[in-house]
C-alpha cells in the first residue's frame, strides 16, 4: 500500500520562507496526482490552500503557494507569520476514486 | 449561509452502529461531490469515502470497505454515513467536506463518535 509522506516537523523563522513537501512511498508526485494543501490549527477543521498543484483556494493570501519540486508536491510559505503555525497536509489523489491524506506537518513559527 | 453541520456523533459500544448526518445550506448541493474524512485523537486526517453528486458512485478508504456506506438525499440536502461493526480504531470526529479529490473548500466542525475498547 502506498503510503503519503510528509515531514513530521518543520520551524521558520517570522518572515522567513518554508517547503513543506509530500511524496510517496514509492514513485513519483506528478500533477495527475492532483496535489491539495490543508491547514488545520488545533480544534479546528482544516482549510483548502491549494488545490490542482499550484492553484490557491479562495481567500488565500498569496504567500502560500503549490508546486511539483522533484518527485514531491511542494508547499512554500513566504514571509511567514505567526498565525501560520498549523498543521499541514497533503491529499493525493490514488484514482479510482481513492484519496489519501499525508500524515501532516507541524510547522513552529519561531 | 454557506455552510455543513454534522450530527449523529456519539458513544457506541463495540461491534454497534450509527449513522452520521451532514446537513448542507447556502449552495447548489447537487453540483457537489461530498466527503467524509475522519481524525482520530492526536493523529492526522484520514479520508474514508466520497460520493458524486447524483449520489451514484460511491468510494471508500479500505479501513472502512464494507463496514460503512455513504448515501446523500439531494431532496433534503443532506449526507450521511451509515457505520456498522465499529471498532475502537474508529474513534474519531468524523468531518463532512463540500468537494472530492480536486478540492474540498467547505468543511464542517466535525461530529466525535467513540467506541471504547
Known amino acids: 500500500q502506498t503510503v503519503v509522506t510528509q515531514e513530521p516537523s518543520f520551524s521558520v523563522s517570522p518572515g522567513g520562507t518554508v517547503t513543506l513537501t509530500c511524496g510517496l512511498s514509492?514513485?513519483?508526485?506528478?500533477?495527475?496526482?492532483?496535489p491539495s494543501w490543508y491547514q488545520q490549527t488545533p480544534g479546528q477543521a482544516p482549510r483548502a490552500l491549494i488545490y490542482s498543484t499550484s492553484t490557491r483556494s479562495s481567500g488565500v493570501p498569496d504567500r502560500f503557494s503549490g508546486s511539483i519540486l522533484g518527485n514531491k508536491a511542494a508547499l512554500t510559505i513566504t514571509g511567514a507569520q505567526a498565525d501560520d503555525e498549523s498543521d499541514y497536509y497533503c491529499?493525493?489523489?490514488?484514482?479510482?476514486?481513492?484519496?489519501?491524506f499525508g500524515g501532516g506537518t507541524k510547522l513552529t513559527v519561531l | 449561509e454557506v455552510q455543513l453541520v454534522e450530527s449523529g456523533g456519539g458513544l457506541v459500544q463495540p461491534g454497534g452502529s450509527l449513522r452520521l448526518s451532514c446537513a448542507a445550506s447556502g449552495f447548489t448541493f447537487t453540483s457537489y461531490a461530498m466527503t467524509w474524512v475522519r481524525q482520530a485523537p492526536g493523529k492526522g486526517l484520514e479520508w474514508i469515502s466520497n460520493i458524486d453528486g447524483s449520489g451514484g458512485s460511491t468510494y471508500y478508504a479500505d479501513s472502512v470497505e464494507g463496514r460503512f456506506t455513504t448515501s446523500r438525499d439531494n431532496s433534503k440536502n443532506m449526507l450521511y454515513l451509515q457505520m456498522h461493526s465499529l471498532r475502537a480504531e474508529d474513534t474519531a470526529v468524523y468531518f463532512c467536506a463540500r468537494g472530492g479529490y480536486l478540492l474540498m473548500g467547505l468543511w464542517g466542525d466535525g461530529t466525535t463518535v467513540t467506541v471504547p475498547s
Open positions: 514509492s514513485g513519483s508526485v506528478s500533477t495527475t496526482y492532483y
Open positions: 491529499l493525493l489523489y490514488m484514482g479510482s476514486g481513492i484519496s489519501v
